[in-house]
């Protein structure tokens, strides 16, 4: 088909202006489909078709599963354990609680996958003790939100999950999974190394001393939530079952650790966790479901093919052109939330850098750290604006927070762009 140009106008134009007049996202991909169909005589059974096919996958049915497991164990107390369990590593260090923060978002984004859940679970109970200790309030929300936008590679995340059905089937979920592993821990040791130089410099205090009578107990009950990603992974690792098989049964040990070991809180609370997970679930297929349709106008009018060789036309340099890639999608990631971005970008730019040599694993981990980093970037950061709501601060002292740890981010994501070894040694190691 001919490129039409009003077609491509309603298509990204019509989106735009939707989105400028508040319009939830899904329904603006809704609606700039329909508008784009109509202009190019496409029957919209055909769109509402493409709409049910994109929901119409079984990989799917792991995402309401790890939702429910990531909700039940950030409300059941698991949180604070982790945090026990990271004072324990880092506590004692000179800005011991900065990088307890780190640690406990790493542990904790092992089990939730959501840089949101993390910052709301962890921020309400280290921002506090961080405040008591002295620390600066916007460091504070500075430091949680920057140690939570690594949930968001470290397995299981639900947008991985997205991202391989986004992708058409290139990737396999275990193996974006595991893809996500080294560069999750390259990002938390970044950090963790600029709250060590920001401790230093500014000589923040030490964290308490933890008894070695207390440590038995406090690794014990803090691996108990650590198991919930061992089982995940080594279960589709070894297997055993599927990623939704996995999820599934990650969903039973979360109920099991949360009612029947830590019983922190009742079982009627189940039913509010039920609720939440709902709501998040029904946004998330809502978007999945209209991004089929988005996905389809775009391949009809071969935009994707037009925006890769746009693309090699400006420069037939690789480093060049995976630049650009890093620069549109960290633009794009400041103003739309992850989950859209992911559906809308994954089909228009894997072909782009698919065509460069670059692995369709190693792309899912860059397009997750270039959205990560936008989850804490005004305008739009929606992990910027819990963190400052929850420090009680202003959105323009927790932007002052967070500018230090701008740079190892961004230095980890030039390492992933431009070293496949860093995403790609484990899932290869794995045969993946």
């Known amino acids: 088909m001919i490129i039409d140009p009003i077609a491509v106008t309603l298509l990204f134009g019509g989106f735009a202006v939707l989105l400028l007049l508040r319009v939830p996202v899904a329904l603006a991909l809704v609606m700039s489909s329909i508008a784009s ?93 961080m405040r008591k200790q002295g620390y600066p309030d916007y460091y504070s929300v500075g430091v949680t939100v920057s140690s939570a936008a690594q949930g968001v590679l470290i397995p299981p995340s639900h947008n991985m999950i997205i991202f ?42 030490k964290g308490e001393t933890i008894t070695m009578r207390q440590i038995p107990r406090i690794v014990l009950q803090g691996m108990l939530g650590l198991l919930t990603p ?26 099991v650790i949360t009612f029947g070991v830590y019983r922190e809180v009742p079982l009627r609370a189940f039913v509010g966790m039920l609720r939440r997970t709902m709501r998040t679930l029904g946004t998330v297929l809502f978007l999945i479901a209209a991004a089929g349709a988005y996905g389809y106008l775009l391949t009809v009018m071969r935009l994707p093919t037009m925006l890769t060789e746009a693309l090699l036309d400006i420069s037939d340099n690789p480093i060049v052109i995976l630049l650009l890639c890093n620069v549109l999608l960290l633009g794009l990631g400041a103003i739309m939330d992850m989950a859209p971005l992911i559906l809308i970008t994954t089909p228009i730019l894997l072909p782009v850098v698919t065509s460069l040599g670059m692995e369709p694993m190693q792309f899912g981990v860059m397009l997750m750290l270039n ?62």
């Not at 193996?175 to 060590?196: D, E, K, Q």
């Not at 995940?232 to 979360?254: K, M, N, P």
């Not at 992933?416 to 045969?431: R, Y």
Request: aromatic content about 8%; hydrophobic content about 60%.
């Open 37 to 129: 169909a109509l202009w190019l005589a496409i029957p919209l059974a055909v769109v509402g078709q493409k709409m049910m096919q994109g929901l119409n996958s079984f990989p799917l049915l792991a995402i309401p599963f790890f939702i429910l497991a990531g909700e039940v164990m950030a409300t059941g107390g698991v949180a604070r354990r982790l945090i026990d369990l990271a004072n324990v590593v880092v506590g004692w260090f000179r800005g011991g609680l900065a990088m307890l923060n780190v640690v406990s978002s790493t542990f904790f984004g092992g089990i939730s996958g959501s840089a949101v859940a993390d910052t709301s679970s962890i921020g309400s109970v280290m921002m506090p003790m």
């Open 371 to 432: 959205l990560a980093i936008g989850l804490i970037t005004p305008p739009v950061g929606s992990v910027l604006f819990v963190g400052s709501a929850i420090g009680g601060i202003k959105i323009e002292e927790a932007v002052k927070g967070v500018l230090p740890f701008y740079v190892p981010m961004v230095g980890a994501l030039l390492l992933v762009t431009f070293v496949p070894a860093i995403s790609l040694t484990l899932p290869q190691m794995l045969g993946f």
């Open 230 to 255: 061992v089982i995940i992974i080594g279960g589709i690792l070894s297997g055993v079952f599927t990623a939704t098989e996995s999820a599934a049964i990650a969903c039973v040990w979360a109920f």
């Open 164 to 205: 391989a059905l986004a992708a058409g089937g290139t990737v396999s979920i275990g193996g974006v999974f595991m893809a996500g592993v080294v560069p999750g821990l390259l990002i938390g040791l970044l950090l963790l190394a600029t709250c060590y130089v920001m401790a230093r410099k500014h000589n923040h205090p």
